[in-house]
C-alpha cells in the first residue's frame, strides 16, 4: 500500500523568509510525487511534480521541492514567502508501475504567510 | 476551456434522500475520479473511470455509485443519503497514464442533515 505523511498540520513564516512544506512517501518501487494547493473555497491546483531525472523540480509560483530517494521525502520549498502563498498544500504519490491508478494524498499542510 | 465542472455547487440533503453530482471536462481526458475531502483527512478515492464504460472503486466506495456513460462525464450518485456522507466532493481528471497530474473541479459542498 501507498501512504503519504505530511507531518506538520501548520506551517507560519515571515514574509520574505524561506517556506518549507514537509512530505515523506511510502511506495513500491519507484514514485511518481505531486504537490498541490488548495486555496479557500476552491479545488486543488497543480503546483509541480517528480517524474524522473533531477532530484530538483521547479514548479508554478516560484515553488521548488527536492526528491530525496534514500529519505523518502518530497519536500516543498521557496525561497522567499508572500503572504499570497497562504494557503492548503498537499503532497500525493501514485506508483510507478502496476495497476495501482490511485493518487494518494498527505493529510495536508496549512501554510500561513505573515506581513 | 472550462476545465472541470461540477454541479451543484451547494446541496442540502436530508437523511435517505437521493441525489446525482455530475462532473463534466472538456480536456478529452480519459481518466476521472471523484474524491472527498472531509477535515484533517486529506482527499479520499470514491470511485474512479479510467475511460469511457469503465469504473472502479476507490479508497471509500460504500454508499456511492458512478456512471462514466460518456467520456467526458462522470457522475456520482448517493442512494440513500447519511449525515456520515457530509463533505466536500471534488471531481477531478487527467490524461492517461500514472505519471500525468490531475485536474480538478471547484467542488460541491453536502449536508446531509
Known amino acids: 500500500a501507498q501512504s503519504v505523511a505530511q507531518p506538520e498540520d501548520q506551517v507560519n513564516v515571515a514574509e520574505g523568509n524561506p517556506l518549507t512544506v514537509k512530505c515523506t512517501y511510502s511506495?513500491?518501487?519507484?514514485?511518481?510525487l505531486f504537490w498541490y494547493v488548495q486555496y479557500p473555497n476552491r479545488g486543488l491546483q497543480f503546483l509541480l511534480k517528480?517524474?524522473?531525472?533531477?532530484?530538483l523540480v521547479k514548479g508554478s509560483y516560484g515553488f521548488e521541492a527536492e526528491f530525496n530517494k534514500s529519505q523518502t521525502s518530497f519536500h516543498l520549498k521557496k525561497p522567499s514567502a508572500l503572504v499570497s502563498d497562504s494557503a492548503l498544500y498537499f503532497c500525493?504519490?501514485?506508483?510507478?508501475?502496476?495497476?495501482?491508478?490511485?493518487?494518494?494524498f498527505g493529510s495536508g499542510t496549512q501554510l500561513t504567510v505573515l506581513p | 476551456n472550462a476545465g472541470v465542472t461540477q454541479t451543484p455547487k451547494f446541496r442540502v440533503l436530508k437523511t435517505g434522500q437521493s441525489m446525482t453530482l455530475l462532473c463534466a471536462q472538456d480536456?478529452?481526458?480519459?481518466?476521472m475520479y471523484w474524491y472527498r475531502q472531509d477535515p484533517g483527512m486529506g482527499l479520499r478515492l470514491i470511485h474512479y473511470?479510467?475511460?469511457?464504460?469503465?469504473?472502479a472503486k476507490g479508497e471509500v466506495p460504500d454508499g456511492y455509485n458512478v456512471s462514466r456513460l460518456k467520456k467526458q462525464n462522470f457522475l456520482l450518485g448517493l442512494e440513500s443519503a447519511a449525515p456520515s456522507q457530509t463533505s466536500v466532493y471534488f471531481c477531478?481528471?487527467?490524461?492517461?497514464?500514472?505519471?500525468?497530474?490531475?485536474?480538478f473541479g471547484p467542488g460541491t459542498r453536502l449536508t446531509v442533515t
Open positions: 477531478a481528471s487527467s490524461y492517461s497514464g500514472n505519471n500525468y497530474e490531475q485536474y
Open positions: 511506495v513500491s518501487g519507484n514514485p511518481y
Open positions: 517528480y517524474i524522473t531525472g533531477d532530484n
Open positions: 500525493a504519490v501514485r506508483a510507478y508501475s502496476g495497476s495501482a491508478r490511485q493518487l494518494t
Open positions: 480536456m478529452n481526458h480519459e481518466y
Open positions: 473511470s479510467v475511460g469511457e464504460g469503465t469504473t
